[in-house]
């Protein structure tokens, strides 16, 4: 099946600064992306979705970016804080699909 | 949180012996689904439902079977557990969203160790 892949596995910032955290997906058909955050010894929780008939979508300190000319999502959290510092994961859904497909995720370190 | 648990949430099992799991939500919702999460792997799909007594396999299905008799119950059967099935298991729930697009909520997840 497609997989989806993120560009750096790990990532540190100072707190109070601006993070990016970036996923490239293989399946240009693939019509939702969703992502989460998962804590330490927690389930994943869900952050912000975008649909692929846009193109930016925003939340409280997070926007999702989808460029589908060149199959790539990215994730801005504004003003990092600590209790930012968690793994992050991409996750597509194919068309008219059940089933979802997550990357391997970027673990955010927030640096004090 | 969603009112989702699991059951258990550790268990360390010998190889060749059966093992369920048991996910239990009350939100009733109509979507549940099994995934497990290795180290470089993320989170991959085992199974899922779509609705009582309907259930269709994901990515990484073999070895497993599950059974949805009630909407708020999702089990997972190993039916023979091996080493390679060492895995930390997690359960998600969702709603039918508008035009088939939905989140998934997490449960805890479940700790399995297969010796």
């Known amino acids: 099946g497609e997989s989806v892949g993120l560009h750096l596995p790990t990532l540190s910032v100072q707190e109070g600064d601006n993070s990016i955290i970036n996923c490239a997906y293989s399946?240009?058909?693939?019509?939702?992306f969703i992502w989460y955050k998962q804590e330490s010894g927690k389930g994943p929780q869900f952050i912000i979705d975008?649909?692929?008939?846009?193109d930016k979508r925003q939340g409280q300190r997070v926007t999702v970016l989808l460029n589908k000319t060149v199959k790539h999502l990215s994730l801005q959290i504004a003003a990092t804080q600590p209790g930012d510092s968690a793994v992050y994961f991409c996750?597509?859904?194919?068309?008219?699909?059940?089933?979802?497909?997550f990357g391997t995720g970027t673990s955010l370190t927030v640096i004090p | 949180d969603a009112g989702i648990t699991q059951s258990p949430r550790h268990k360390v099992t010998e190889t060749g012996t059966p093992v369920t799991l048991r996910c239990h939500q009350t939100?009733?919702?109509?979507?549940m689904y099994w995934y497990r999460q290795d180290p470089g792997h993320g989170l991959r799909l085992i199974h899922y439902?779509?609705?009582?007594?309907?259930?269709d396999k994901g990515e990484v299905s073999d070895g497993y079977s599950v059974s949805r008799s009630k909407t708020e119950d999702f089990l997972l059967t190993l039916e023979s557990a091996t080493s390679s099935q060492t895995s930390v298991y997690f359960c998600?729930?969702?709603?039918?969203?508008?035009?088939?697009?939905?989140?998934?909520?997490f449960g805890p997840g479940t700790r399995l160790t297969v010796l």
């Open positions: 399946n240009s058909a693939s019509d939702y």
């Open positions: 998600a729930i969702s709603e039918s969203g508008s035009g088939g697009f939905r989140w998934q909520f």
């Open positions: 975008i649909r692929s008939n846009m």
């Open positions: 939100e009733n919702h109509r979507y």
């Open positions: 996750v597509e859904m194919f068309p008219a699909g059940n089933q979802f497909y």
């Open positions: 439902s779509y609705g009582v007594k309907d259930t």
